[in-house]
């Protein structure tokens, strides 16, 4: 059964709470990389990864302009896969677990023993393939 409408674009990513993310950041930037940004976690780790040639296309995610709808926590989108039935896919546990290992890897894991996968539909404001 085959659908007319294009597949629509759908970030895939992990929420982590602020703390998490602090202790991410903190792990993989020199305090002059966050202090460069006025200690915005977000932001320095989004630095990085541009810079950085083994991880340039993820990055923490902002909804331009919306409030997020978990207060404290931060989308960290690390691949883009198609939705074909306007529902968010499901993403591959497997991609996840790997990006995971890399990421946190001498980390203390107690601190992101609740993590949870999710998508999010891909932002308008990212390029002009907004949908």
């Known amino acids: 059964m085959s659908s007319s409408k294009s597949p ?4 895939i990513g992990i929420l982590f709470s602020s703390r998490q993310l602090q202790l991410i950041a903190e792990h993989h930037l020199s305090k002059d990389e966050i202090a ?9 780790m ?14 923490f995610c902002s909804q331009k302009g919306k409030k ?6 931060h989308f960290y989108a690390y691949s ?9 896919p499901t993403p591959d546990p497997n991609k996840t677990h790997k990006f995971l290992t890399e990421l946190l890897t001498e980390l ?4 992101f023993s609740s993590l949870r996968t999710g998508a999010m539909p ?3 404001h990212y390029s002009g393939m907004g949908t």
Request: net charge positive; aromatic share 10%; proline share 12%.
């Open 122 to 124: 891909w932002p308008k």
């Open 46 to 59: 989004n630095r990085n990864f541009h810079k950085s040639c083994l991880s340039p296309n993820h990055h």
């Open 8 to 11: 629509r674009p759908f970030l």
């Open 68 to 73: 997020p709808r978990r207060k404290g926590f």
């Open 108 to 111: 203390p894991l107690h601190e």
């Open 80 to 88: 883009v896969i198609p939705g074909f039935s306007g529902l968010s």
């Open 36 to 44: 460069s940004v006025n200690g915005d976690h977000s932001l320095a």
